[in-house]
């Protein structure tokens, strides 16, 4: 069993950045796929950003060239660094191991 726990959420203004991380209680090195979902107020959780063990990366196209995904399998660690955030970047973030573990969740605010 693995537990996520995500951190680094905040109140932000446009334009500004921040990073969330993404612990993990054992070790991350046999996950395969890690990613990033974000959940807005009154809608659907969408996939923002995925990563696999080797390193692979994919974004949704609203977060291309402004956030970039990764991960660090000996601090057992993923993260999320977000630039240029903007007012419809505002949601909840949760990160996902392998389709099958989720974080709580943290909030991210970004303001105009």
């Known amino acids: 069993q693995v537990q996520l726990v995500e951190s680094g959420g905040g109140l932000v203004q446009a334009g500004g950045s921040l990073r969330l991380s993404c612990a993990a209680s054992g070790s991350i090195v046999s996950l395969n796929t890690m990613s990033w979902y974000r959940q807005a107020p009154g809608k659907q959780r969408k996939l923002v950003a995925t990563i696999t063990s080797g390193g692979s990366t994919n974004y949704v196209d609203s977060v291309k060239g402004r956030f970039t995904i990764s991960r660090n399998n000996a601090k057992n660690t993923m993260y999320l660094q977000m630039n240029s955030l903007k007012p419809e970047d505002t949601a909840v973030y949760c990160c996902?191991?392998?389709?099958?573990?989720w974080g709580q969740g943290t909030q991210v605010a970004v303001s105009s």
């Open positions: 996902n191991a392998s389709l099958s573990y």
